[in-house]
């Protein structure tokens, strides 16, 4: 499998292979889309949107957020209760699902058992009255792509789990879609052929030219194939942007745990103080002085002290200095990095360490030191649980320093 796009490359490219051309791109506008049951249930409240051509978004959320039932929505399987689906500037709420030009694949494959691989990467076309001749030649450039032109006179039965997610994959591909959504489709394999796959849509991605949208709960898929990504809970968006800026500037605290491994730190009973004009941030009776750019954010919304949740992600915490104390309670060396527990006051602290600068016991039972750079603190109104500075998305464009202000 890892030779599969390298033995495409050498022979040809997809272009001149003339299975998926250029022009075929599209972008997906959703305005204040939503979705009710039976009048009462709302699985999905106002969701907006814009996918522009060639874009991946990803989906996430989790169990009951909504995203499935979003995505279903765009290809035409659930209606639309109320807002505006735009595929290619069309409005496409009215249109059958087979008409917009859309190609999903789902979480369980749904593979027709009693046809062979072959007719099942052909059916659609069939449907479509394609020429035989023009059938043939797109299965078979798409599945030597796919590296499933072995399989193509099997049964779905008498293949593995990637080789029929690769087929279903393949019967998306050969329509030549608009939108290609996926839906879950790699949350059936074990954890070693789910990485593979994950890479295989990464290099499928850069050769094909179509707009994405993939739904999942794994936040790894979602922060390593999205462009952008759509944080969903109960029906609502929480936050969209992209990796970077969730993991550095999420709006609130349901996006700041969801997404990170391991998950941020939470501290409570913590409060945002104002001295002389200057804000500081008090953690367990140790206070920070706030970087400019937080001051500046502050100031410009005219924020008052109040009690906050202060959080800080694992990988951000530095050991064996600063008045913050803990004894380690679970101490898992990984190698490269050592994941540390640390009973601090009560509140259980993550930090990831690297094995090669660790010149310290950490050893559990161990009493350890640590500390932050201020301009790394996460900080969280209490009674609301949004971010203070990063509380839309117009304070992440605002607001958002320079990469370098995250150095230690």
């Known amino acids: ?83 505006e689906l735009y595929i290619d500037g069309k409005l496409c709420n009215d249109i059958a699902a087979k008409d917009r030009d859309i190609a999903m694949v789902f979480q369980n494959y749904a593979l027709y058992p009693h046809m062979s691989v072959y007719d099942n990467m052909a059916f659609a076309l069939k449907l479509k009255k394609t020429p035989s001749d023009e059938i043939d030649k797109k299965v078979r450039e798409v599945a030597e792509i796919l590296d499933i032109t072995q399989y193509l006179d099997r049964k779905p039965k008498a293949l593995s789990g990637g080789q029929r997610q690769r087929v279903a994959i393949g019967r998306a591909m050969v329509r030549d879609p608009k939108v290609f ?22 290099k499928l991605r850069k050769r094909i030219n179509t707009t994405f949208m993939y739904v999942t709960h794994d936040q790894t898929e979602a922060m390593t194939l999205g462009d952008r990504i759509v944080i969903m809970k109960d029906g609502y968006v929480n936050q969209i942007g992209t990796p970077q800026d969730l993991f550095d500037r999420p709006v609130n605290l349901f996006v700041a745990g969801f997404i990170g491994m391991p998950v941020m730190n939470f501290f409570e009973g913590c409060k945002l103080e104002l001295k002389d004009g200057v804000y500081y941030a008090n953690i367990k009776g140790e206070e920070f002085k706030l970087s400019d750019f937080q001051q ?13 949740v202060a959080g800080i992600r694992p990988q951000h915490i530095r050991i064996g200095e600063g008045n913050l104390s803990g004894e380690v309670e679970v101490s898992e060396m990984l190698g490269s ?8 006051g009560g509140d259980d602290v993550v930090m990831v360490l690297q094995t090669v600068d660790l010149d310290q016991d950490v050893s559990i039972g161990a009493k350890v030191n640590f500390t932050t750079q201020p301009r790394l603190i996460q900080l969280f109104d209490k009674e609301t649980g949004n971010n203070l500075i990063w509380y839309d998305a117009e304070s992440v464009a605002a607001n958002s320093p320079k990469c370098k202000d995250y150095d230690f």
């Open 1 to 83: 499998m890892h030779l599969l796009f390298y033995r495409v490359l050498v022979r040809h490219s997809l272009a001149e292979a003339g299975v998926l051309e250029s022009g075929n791109m599209s972008e997906v506008l959703i305005k204040d889309m939503k979705k009710v049951y039976d009048n009462s249930v709302t699985a999905v409240h106002d969701f907006n949107l814009h996918i522009a051509d060639k874009e991946f978004i990803v989906l996430v959320g989790p169990s009951g957020c909504g995203k499935s039932t979003s995505l279903r929505m765009v290809a035409g399987l659930e209606d639309i209760s109320g807002g």
């Open 181 to 202: 959504l996926m839906d879950e489709p790699l949350s059936n394999l074990d954890a070693k052929l789910r990485n593979q796959m994950r890479a295989e849509i990464i």
């Open 296 to 308: 500046k954010a502050l100031k410009a919304n005219g924020q008052q002290p109040c009690d906050i």
């Open 337 to 344: 990095e050592v994941d540390l527990h640390v009973n601090c």
